[in-house]
């Protein structure tokens, strides 16, 4: 598998920071599995770098640890026979026995620190004032705890607050970038990978070697054994405490009540108590909170509807949380004909719109329309919804959208539903100019295309 893929920006930017005179400190932070680690080792490569990996120890056996990884790195067998207990004491010894050419200092999993002894953030703050600010060195922290990387280091409160020089909130990589790991695959197929993986790298590795979507759902995520059978629990297990109540919650999710007063509702619930797990799980970047996109107060729109933002948390709560049962009693084939009825429908198609939206950014930065947008989203009321509405919001040009994952070609009927949908909309009704865009998986009818060519406000997207 070509590695590697969509980070050319995140390399570009540590390179920079590393060719810059004197110190640099940047937070590099993000989801697990999304390939922290790796673009670090990748960056380090050839370079005058040292790695530590904080472990959930205790301060005081990091602390041990880190020493050892100085030793190792520098020769130094009195350091590795002395007891050290102090922070300084080990950063001062590595500053006076590995600079020459600029060192770069990785430490992986910097929150744990921070966890084991909350104070430690600001004995780094010291550290980082006293010691390493006028050296030349780059210090790079790595975390995966998202909530606790940012109340660390990037938040106004934070000891290290405004001695960052940047920082990189690495996210999943985006579809378009799919067909570079599986370059043999149709698109519609890729759609069906990106889907399930969500362009997590660890994820996207293990499908590649399977021949189909389903093989590899069944060898990766179906076996007991498999690396992503458990998945879910994993992660969540790392970041709280009660696992099974923030189960229950994003359960309640993927069965479609998005609503606060339906998953209240299904879990038994005050709307008051389930606040603090639909935070935490924003906070993980695990949910979105999510509004009509031409509302203009979001936090005060009562409109709101929870939307789990991760594609294989979906898939995994969707189809592999509620057969559990036949699974564990070795029938997973049953489990299996349930993803193959309800697959494409149930998940692909939502996860369709996702993908289309990304084009859409895409065709407005490549000038597709006279006019560029700066606002792109899913709209709905109590009676309508309509899959993308973009728009100029210092002007008045709109876009609606349609997107359609289905067996057959998508017809006139589904360009005049849009019509009549988009007069719901209230966005400056009476100044707009308005343009429409349907994206089709199986493409357009003869007669869809031929109106088309008629109006200069339509666009089709296969």
């Known amino acids: 598998m070509k590695s590697f893929i969509d980070r050319e920006q995140e390399m570009q930017f540590l390179n920079n920071e590393y060719n810059r005179k004197g110190s640099s400190l940047v937070v590099l932070y993000g989801r697990r599995r999304v390939g922290k680690t790796e673009l670090s080792a990748a960056f380090m490569r050839n370079k005058n770098a040292m790695y530590f990996l904080v472990t959930e120890e205790s301060e005081l056996q990091n602390r041990n640890a880190f020493k050892e990884a100085i030793a190792d790195f520098c020769d130094n067998d009195l350091l590795r026979h002395a007891k050290v207990d102090s922070w300084e004491i080990l950063f001062k010894t590595l500053l006076s026995e590995a600079l020459g050419e600029k060192l770069i200092l990785v430490i992986d999993e910097f929150q744990y620190i921070g966890k084991s002894n909350p104070a430690f953030p600001s004995i780094f703050q010291k550290i980082w004032d006293t010691m390493l600010k006028d050296q030349n060195i780059m210090v790079i922290l790595c975390g995966s705890l998202i909530s606790m990387m940012e109340s660390q280091t ?5 000891p290290l607050y405004g001695r960052r020089t940047g920082q990189i909130k690495l996210k999943q990589i985006p579809f378009a970038y799919y067909q570079e790991f599986f370059p043999n695959k149709k698109r519609k197929d890729l759609i069906g990978h990106y889907a399930v993986t969500g362009g997590v790298p660890k994820y996207i590795e293990l499908f590649y070697d399977s021949e189909d979507l389903y093989s590899a759902i069944d060898k990766n995520v179906l076996s007991k054994q498999s690396f992503l059978y458990d998945e879910p629990n994993f992660l969540l297990q790392r970041e709280v405490t009660e696992v099974g109540s923030y189960f229950s919650v994003i359960k309640a999710i993927a069965a479609g009540n998005q609503k606060l007063a339906k998953i209240a509702g299904t879990l038994e619930l005050k709307q008051t108590g ?4 639909l935070k935490t799980l924003i906070d ?7 509004v009509p996109i031409t509302e203009l107060n979001p936090e005060k ?61 895409k065709l407005n930065a490549e000038g597709k329309w006279d006019f560029t947008f700066d606002r792109a989203g899913r709209w709905w009321n109590n009676n309508k919804e309509i899959d993308i509405v973009a728009f100029d919001s210092t002007g008045t040009d709109i876009i609606f959208g349609e997107c359609k994952y289905w067996e057959g070609k998508v017809g006139v009927n589904v360009l005049s539903a849009l019509e009549e949908k988009a007069k719901a909309v209230g966005w400056k009704k009476d100044l707009r100019r308005e ?21 200069n406000n339509v666009v089709l997207r296969e």
């Open 301 to 361: 729109s009562k409109m709101g509807l929870y939307k789990i933002k991760d594609n294989f948390i979906l898939f995994w709560f969707k189809f592999i949380y509620p057969n559990l049962s036949f699974i564990e009693s070795g029938n997973k084939e049953l489990a299996m004909k349930k993803i193959r009825a309800n697959l494409t429908d149930g998940h692909i198609g939502y996860v369709y719109e996702d993908i289309c939206i990304e084009e859409m950014w």
């Open 274 to 277: 389930l606040t603090k797990y």
């Open 435 to 455: 343009h429409f865009i349907l994206f089709s998986i199986n493409g357009f009818t003869e007669e869809l295309v031929e109106l088309v060519k008629t109006r």
């Open 284 to 290: 993980l970047d695990i949910l979105e909170r999510e």
């Open 154 to 158: 990037l938040n106004y409160n934070s």
